[in-house]
């Protein structure tokens, strides 16, 4: 008898960076345990500099895992919006189409969506393909989101509506429709996998999983908790010897990591606030450093350009920093442009502290390897993940001037809370903390824990797809 072809399992997500790594990280996970897997990649609707090396490399060192790239998308219909997550769902929906013909060739098992391309959701439908949703933030914004058409949210604590996620406050803009569209596709799939854990985030899990999120009338979907999954490779040429040969020169514990994720900016005054507020700290810092962003709406989500230290940093700063002219504070700095390898810097001994936007990778990172956060929100759900891992679990300290409508964080500030955070009897409360929360979230990765079991679980329904005609 003639052996039917296996199935792949398709992954499609969307092409931000921080949407990336996990769904490459499941896509290794299931292509180790023999399932046929391929990537769809669209392409990235702002350009940090990154996706393109990191697909690169990621393509190079996984030959087992297909990639399927969509076309290129051309110029966009102009997007009424100061937000870049309408650009992702715009460059999903034109990608429907192409995405379909390669569904329909592919004959896939099982179709595994990112938040941004639910719009394929009603299409797997249609052409009979079971598919999950795939969820790269945590339960407690999960809960949101479904909750999102209802007023109180169950399973998280009571926030205020300024630190919902950005674009929903600016019902005008598009992506604010985007959102909400999503919410409602939410429960009509087979499942949503979640990248935590349930430890991390116990209410939120137990209320969504209860059915205590959903709108009424609606099924609730079983709820997978896999998590954290988090990056395994850095992206290629990003500077990893410099900034790992630099820490290794520094005590355990000792050096605090700037580090506001793939598209993060701040001003130059800001910037010259926080330089300050480092130099002030006393403490040893390694800093990535972007271009401030740009006024012109064309440039907005363009890669930016690499920045001009010497403009932007006050003077001599690099100089004392480094320790080319001050002996004092010899080596108390480095400071990067644009890029660093942020697992492997979370990883390394000598990080004391992290001072993160709270993207979720950033916080999934930092939590695996027991580094304590100093959270900066500054767009998508940050300040909701905020309310949370600040106020309801306490694995963060806030930087507050960001806060009350403040457009600058200043220096005292920014120095206060980077002492605080490395030399305070506060920030070891935090770090015993947070290497607990390290110790529950290796756990759940262990063989048999409870996130690799649920995963395993999923594995084989999707073995058993594949495998069948
Ligand atoms: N990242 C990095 N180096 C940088 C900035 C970001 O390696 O200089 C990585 C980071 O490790 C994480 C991802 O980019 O894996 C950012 O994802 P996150 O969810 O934290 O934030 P987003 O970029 O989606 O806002």
Partial sequence: ATVAPRRPVVLYPSPGMGHLVSMIELGKILGARGLDVTIVVTDPPYNTGATGPFLAGVTAANPSISFHRLPKVGRLEPVATKHHEALAFEVIRVSNLPLREFLVGANPAVLIVDFFCCIALSMARELGVPSYFFFTSGAEVF???????????????????????????????????????????????????????????????????????????????????????????????????????????????????????????????????????????????????????????????????????????????????????????????????????????????????????????????????????????????????????????????????YDNDKELVGAEEVAAKVRWLLDSDGGRVLRARTLEAMRRARDALREGGESEATLAGLLDNWRRASSSS
């Fill in 143 to 401: 809960a949101f989101f479904l909750h999102l058409p209802l007023v109180h949210v169950p399973g998280i604590p009571p926030f205020p509506a300024t630190h919902a996620v950005l674009p929903l406050m600016e019902c005008e803009d598009a992506a604010y429709h985007g959102f909400l569209k999503i919410s409602a596709e939410l429960c009509s799939t087979q499942g949503v996998i979640i990248n935590t854990f349930r430890w991390l985030e116990q209410c939120a899990v137990e209320a969504v999983a209860a059915g205590r999120c959903t709108p009424p009338g609606l099924p609730t979907p079983p709820l997978y908790c896999i998590g954290p999954l988090i990056k395994t490779e850095e992206v290629t040429g990003s500077g990893a010897e410099e900034c790992l040969a630099w820490l290794d020169t520094h005590p355990n514990a000792s050096v605090v990591f700037l580090s506001f994720g793939s598209i993060g900016r701040f001003s130059a005054e800001q910037i010259r606030e926080v330089a300050s507020g480092l130099e002030a700290s006393g403490q040893q810092f390694l800093w990535v450093v972007r271009a401030p962003p740009s006024d012109d709406p064309v440039k907005k989500f363009k890669k930016p350009p690499g920045p001009d230290l010497d403009a932007l940093l006050p003077e001599e700063f690099l100089a004392r920093t480094k320790g080319e002219t001050d002996r004092v504070t010899k080596g108390r700095g480095l400071v990067v442009k644009s890029w660093a390898p942020q697992r492997d810097v979370l990883a390394h001994p000598s990080e004391g502290g992290f001072a993160t936007h709270y993207g979720w990778n950033s916080v999934l990172e930092a939590v695996m390897e027991g580094v304590p956060m100093l959270a900066w929100p500054l767009y998508a759900e940050q300040r909701l993940n905020r309310v949370f891992l600040e106020k309801e679990l306490q694995l963060a300290v806030t930087i507050e001037g």
